[in-house]
């Protein structure tokens, strides 16, 4: 994992997470974190149920891996999604 990950970085990295069309593979690419990596950033940053709760609804999900998605889906988030800043 890499070591210098910012508020910033952290923050993003498990807003993406949480995103259903959003693949791991974005999150390694974008910070270099692994589905691994992920779920451990996300289990030492998240309370426990809340954790729970992320991985119950994560797991099984076809559209967080890119070679399990249909090839419907060739995008990583809803177009409604992000908000200006």
Known sequence: MPTKLTDEDIS??????????TPFEAIEQQFGLNES???????????A???????????????????LRSGEVNRH?????YKPR
């Open 12 to 21: 993003r990295i498990i807003e993406m997470a949480w995103e259903d069309r």
């Open 37 to 47: 990596a992920v779920i451990e950033l996300m289990r030492s940053q998240m309370k």
């Open 49 to 67: 149920s809340s954790f729970r709760m992320w991985r119950k609804r994560m797991s099984g999900r076809t559209t967080k891996h890119v070679k």
């Open 77 to 81: 988030h809803c177009p409604t999604q």
